[in-house]
């Protein structure tokens, strides 16, 4: 042991902590990292051969161009159903309010026959009195079949409309108003819920 002046304390350490020989293991081993530890100073810091990934940007790009890709698929597929279920409510409605077309459309001369009896003239008492029966039963038909939608055209005086009638004939205008209107109606039209089912046929003055 030597005095206070001396470097080397009584327990063989120096004065500033570390033992004797650590400098020299240092200096002697290259290979002993600064702190000792057995590693190169690169391999305790962390750094390394650089791992090469593709830049956030371009992921966030490509994330982004399935995401519109994804949504637009969405978009058309959306649009397309909903246009179907337009379509298929408008086909019902349309297949609901002309259901009885055909049957209606058969039953239109029968009113016919029946309107042409309640107008025929007759004198005899018995002939007033069926008339009235046909024409008390006529109103009740038309009733019936106009709570089913079936409309009678109104012709009287009107433009003619080649979209609801029918021209079977022209002649002079009885006066000069009337020309291009209705003059005569040789058989009804009719509409059912709004849709024509039978163009009246009618005389058009010129």
């Given at each position: 042991m030597k005095d206070k002046k001396g470097n080397i304390s009584d327990n063989g350490k120096q004065q500033n902590g570390n033992p004797p020989y650590a400098a020299e293991a240092a200096s002697d081993n290259p290979g002993l990292g600064s702190a000792g530890t057995g590693l190169p100073d690169e391999t305790v810091s962390g750094s390394g051969p650089e791992i090469k990934e593709p830049?956030?940007?371009e992921r966030l790009a490509e994330k982004t161009k399935q995401f519109d890709e994804i949504n637009d698929k969405y978009l058309r597929l959306y649009a397309e159903f909903?246009?179907?279920k337009k379509r298929t409510a408008k086909e019902r409605?349309?297949?609901i309010l002309s259901a009885g077309e055909g049957i209606i459309r058969s039953i239109l001369p029968v009113i016919d026959d029946m309107e042409r009896a309640v107008n025929t003239g007759t004198d005899s008492e018995e002939g007033r009195a069926m008339q009235e029966g046909i024409r008390l039963i006529l109103a009740k038909f038309k009733n019936?079949?106009?709570a089913h939608?079936?409309?009678a055209m109104d012709t009287d005086d009107r433009i003619f409309n080649p979209d609801m009638h029918d021209?079977?004939?022209h002649i002079p205008a009885p006066a000069p108003e009337q020309k291009g209107k209705i003059i005569d109606v040789t058989e009804k039209g009719y509409l059912l819920n709004g849709?024509?089912?039978r163009y009246a046929k009618v005389v058009v003055g010129s």
């Open positions: 830049a956030a940007e909903e246009n179907f409605i349309e297949l019936i079949l106009a939608g079936l409309q021209a079977i004939s849709k024509v089912i």
